[in-house]
């Protein structure tokens, strides 16, 4: 079951982050893996906002997503699913959460940003509807995004923008 995170969530997703980003290290992606999840106060915001999702799997939250609006369409900012739960779908559900968040709000497009040869990143999104977003039609808030990505070494492995 997707439903809106409460504050009682928001301490258990920053462990479900770094569970999710585990698989990187087998790609040689370990700097990825390490990669500092978001913290409680970080995560806040999204939440009293009704921006941040739990999948609920029998009381278990398996994975969450928090969305951004980002040069006025939706964005997602994170998606993370505990390995343990992956490749049922749950991931898509969220992103279909996030997705309808972005309609009924009249936002025109749901964008992201993610590794272009990740399995479970550029080649996952592609299969949920998702096309590259070339650099000459980034708008001013999703370049700023891409240039902190860069600048925490994240460009090391190749990197894109995409749109739904
Ligand atoms: C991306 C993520 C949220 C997907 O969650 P999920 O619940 O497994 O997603 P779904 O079940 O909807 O789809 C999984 C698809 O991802 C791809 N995938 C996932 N793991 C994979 C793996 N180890 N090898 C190859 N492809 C993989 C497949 O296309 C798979 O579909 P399939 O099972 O039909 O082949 C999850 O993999 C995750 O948390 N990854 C780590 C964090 C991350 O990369 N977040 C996105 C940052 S932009």
């Given at each position: 079951m997707i439903r809106l995170a409460t504050a009682v969530d928001l301490p258990l997703l920053g462990e479900l982050e770094r569970a999710a980003g585990e698989p990187f290290r087998d790609l040689g992606m370990a700097a990825v893996a390490d990669d500092e999840p978001f913290?409680?106060?970080?995560?806040?915001?999204?939440?009293?906002?009704?921006?941040?999702?739990?999948?609920?799997?029998?009381g278990v939250?398996?994975?969450?997503?928090?969305?951004?609006?980002?040069?006025?369409?939706?964005?997602?900012?994170?998606?993370?699913?505990?390995?343990?739960?992956?490749?049922?779908?749950?991931?898509?559900?969220l992103i279909e959460t996030a997705a309808a968040w972005a309609g009924a709000r009249g936002l025109p497009a749901l964008t992201l940003t993610t590794f272009r040869y990740v399995p479970w990143n550029a080649p996952y999104y592609a299969r949920l509807g998702f096309r590259e977003l070339l650099e000459s039609s980034w708008g001013p808030s999703l370049r700023t995004i891409r240039e902190h990505e860069a600048a925490l070494g994240l460009d090391h492995w190749p990197r894109l923008a995409m749109i739904r």
């Amino acid at each position: 079951m997707i439903r809106l995170a409460t504050a009682v969530d928001l301490p258990l997703l920053g462990e479900l982050e770094r569970a999710a980003g585990e698989p990187f290290r087998d790609l040689g992606m370990a700097a990825v893996a390490d990669d500092e999840p978001f913290s409680v106060a970080e995560l806040q915001p999204y939440q009293v906002d009704g921006r941040c999702w739990v999948v609920d799997v029998s009381g278990v939250v398996a994975g969450y997503l928090v969305a951004d609006v980002v040069d006025g369409n939706g964005h997602v900012e994170q998606v993370s699913v505990l390995p343990s739960f992956a490749r049922r779908g749950l991931g898509r559900q969220l992103i279909e959460t996030a997705a309808a968040w972005a309609g009924a709000r009249g936002l025109p497009a749901l964008t992201l940003t993610t590794f272009r040869y990740v399995p479970w990143n550029a080649p996952y999104y592609a299969r949920l509807g998702f096309r590259e977003l070339l650099e000459s039609s980034w708008g001013p808030s999703l370049r700023t995004i891409r240039e902190h990505e860069a600048a925490l070494g994240l460009d090391h492995w190749p990197r894109l923008a995409m749109i739904r």
